[in-house]
Structures are given as C-alpha cells and as structure tokens.
C-alpha cells in the first residue's frame, strides 16, 4: 500500500504562486511515475503534469510555461510550482503516484485563484 498527503493548496489572486508537495510513503518501488491532477467543481478530473522516477515530465498545454513538476527521489517528494496562476486554474489537486500497473491516489489539496 502506498499513501499520498498533499500540502500546500489555499487561496491565492490571479498571477501569484503556489507549490504544492506530495509525500508518498509505504512500498515504493523504485521505478514509477509520479504525477498532478485536478478538478475544478463540475468538471471531469484532468492531468496537470506527470514526472518519471527518471525526470522526465509531461504537462498539459493549459499549464506549460507557468507550472513546473520536479520530485526528490530520496524522500519520495514531487512538487508543483505554479506561477501565473489564472482563476480557471481554481480546482481540488490531487497527488498520484503509479507503480507497476497500480494507481494511488491523495485526498487533494483545494487551490483558489481570486480575480
């Protein structure tokens, strides 16, 4: 089993900043991907970005360019930099991690962007 706890969420105004962290902890292997989702209210969740044990990222177009994934492998962290924040980006962020074919999941951490 493993468990995600997100920190750093809260209400921030148009064109500031956030990071938010992620600590993963239980049986991690040492190959998985770790990654940032959201959901705004009424909408599906989608991917934010997503980072390799190796480093390498993937983000959505909405967020490239403002929002930067990074992780410390030895204390199985990952991070999201969120600069330029925009209102649209106001939305539950969940943490997830996937190993071997297997999914988790944190209980989100709630991001407010005010006009």
């Known amino acids: 089993q493993v468990q995600l706890v997100e920190s750093g969420g809260g209400l921030v105004q148009a064109g500031g900043s956030l990071r938010l962290s992620c600590a993963a902890s239980?049986?991690?292997?040492?190959?998985?991907?770790m990654g940032w989702y959201r959901q705004a209210p009424g909408k599906q969740r989608e991917l934010v970005a997503t980072i390799t044990s190796g480093g390498s990222t993937n983000y959505a177009d909405s967020v490239k360019g403002r929002f930067t994934i990074s992780r410390d492998n030895a204390k199985n962290t990952v991070y999201l930099q969120m600069n330029n924040l925009k209102p649209e980006d106001t939305a539950v962020f969940y943490c997830n991690i996937g190993q071997v074919g297997v999914y988790y999941w944190g209980k989100g951490t709630l991001v407010t962007v005010s006009s």
């Open positions: 239980g049986s991690i292997f040492r190959l998985n991907v």
